[in-house]
């Protein structure tokens, strides 16, 4: 089976690229930019539920992925744990989810050196609320779709079909736009003196005594 849906999830790019066949075709409908993130509870690696909910007043990465131990999925991961410490600069916290089981993923996490969580959906129940879930028939998997939620619980962003060699990348340079989109819009809020008062700040009031 495992092999299957490597294999599955190869050839679905692989029609994806060549003949035009997109991979949403083989998955529901997911959640769009602006609307509140679907909260979830599963477990990691380490066998401990972990909830959406946990990480309020933080950015999450949150990126479905189709298997443990494939090429794409160990590059893909690989790079988010290169760029840990720039996620953690931003506030940010990586979420990886597959169909995977706990123990696959915690084999996966001690032999690549990963240091974030990847959940078990081993029922499927988030991967098809996100619309991730992938269905070929023959294999199911989850399709290669990231939803960066922003602190308040809202999705910011939905990223489809991504390439996992340049994702992580991707994803922070979104995460840099946001967060400049929002200090400049702080800026605007605060607004520039104008009129009298700023006539005044720029040109104190001169002394109405005679000279003598």
């Avoid at 720039?86 to 706990?102: E, P």
Wanted: hydrophobic content about 35%; overall charge positive.
């Amino acid at each position: 089976m495992e092999v299957a849906v490597a294999l599955c999830s190869e050839l679905s790019s692989l029609c994806a690229t060549l003949v035009g066949i997109p991979l949403s075709l083989f998955t529901g409908s997911s959640p769009s930019a602006g609307s509140n993130a679907p909260d979830f509870s599963l477990r990691s690696q380490d066998g401990k539920w972990v909830s959406l909910r946990d990480f309020r007043g933080k950015w999450v990465v949150l990126y479905f992925y189709p298997q443990d131990f494939t090429s794409g999925c160990t590059i893909e991961a690989h790079n988010f744990q290169r760029d840990l410490e720039h996620y953690r600069r931003r506030n940010a916290a990586i979420l990886g989810v597959s169909l995977d089981s706990i123990d696959s993923h915690k084999d996966f996490c001690v032999k690549e050196g990963l240091n974030f969580k990847l959940l078990s959906d081993a029922e499927h129940r988030v991967s098809q609320t996100y619309g991730a879930l992938t269905d070929l028939g023959v294999a199911k998997f989850d399709a290669r779709n990231t939803f960066l939620i922003s602190p308040n619980g809202k999705i910011a962003k939905v990223f489809r079909n991504v390439d996992a060699n340049r994702h992580s990348e991707e994803v922070l340079a979104t995460l840099s736009e946001l967060a400049n989109a929002k200090q400049q819009s702080r800026h605007r809020k605060g607004g520039t003196p104008t009129g009298s008062s700023r006539k005044n700040r720029a040109f104190p009031r001169q002394s109405s005594q005679p000279r003598r």
